[in-house]
């Protein structure tokens, strides 16, 4: 049961999200900025990156509608995001995807916790500025947004088929921008 009264049984971020529709807005744009560009990193990438993070915040309802997102991208393997969940290192992504990762996991714990040998193992296997740079940046969003959901105590419904067709809706139709709650 959530911490505040939610007008509507939505899960996660989207039951705060029609709860204040103020701060929705922005956070909507962060995440379309952060999620929904192949810009450096693709669209996958990214999720994965969203999905790793809240995996190690223990946040369920992202890791799970971001790790749908990522699984809906990642076509060529039906388990990559588990994978990488309970194994980045060993998982079957590219060396430079795995030291982003790495990097990611350094900012969770906290943005100091980040070193200079991870960036430049980063750069030595291709990764350029821009996407070591969305890569803390979607780290420290997603702690964040993980933050706010489980702050507030909001649901998470443990049917993976609702979070496969909102993926396909958020990959294909609606992004984060212009979701509306429902």
């Known amino acids: 049961m959530a911490h505040i009264t939610l007008t509507e049984e939505l899960p996660g971020i989207r039951g ?3 709860f204040s529709p103020k701060t929705a807005k922005p956070l909507n744009a962060l995440a379309e900025a ?14 994965l990156i969203a999905t790793f993070v ?11 509608i ?3 997102v990522a699984q809906y991208y990642a076509t060529e393997d039906e388990h990559l995001v ?3 969940k309970a194994d980045y290192q060993n998982s079957p992504i590219s060396d430079k995807l795995k030291a982003l990762l790495s990097i990611a996991k350094s900012v969770q714990q906290g943005g100091k916790f980040v070193t200079e040998s991870q960036v430049s193992e980063a750069r030595r296997l291709g990764a350029s500025d821009f996407e070591i740079h969305d890569t803390v940046l979607i780290a420290a969003a997603f702690c964040m947004f993980n933050r706010y959901v489980d702050g507030l105590g909001t649901f998470a419904p443990d049917n993976p088929a609702m979070y496969q067709a909102r993926a396909k809706k958020i990959a294909e139709e609606t992004g984060y921008a212009n979701s509306t709650p429902n």
């Open 16 to 18: 705060l999200m029609a």
């Open 34 to 47: 952060l999620l929904r560009t192949d810009e450096g990193l693709s669209k996958g990438e990214r999720e």
């Open 54 to 64: 809240s995996s190690l915040n223990d946040c369920f309802f992202c890791q799970n």
């Open 66 to 68: 971001h790790g749908a």
């Open 82 to 84: 588990q994978k990488v």
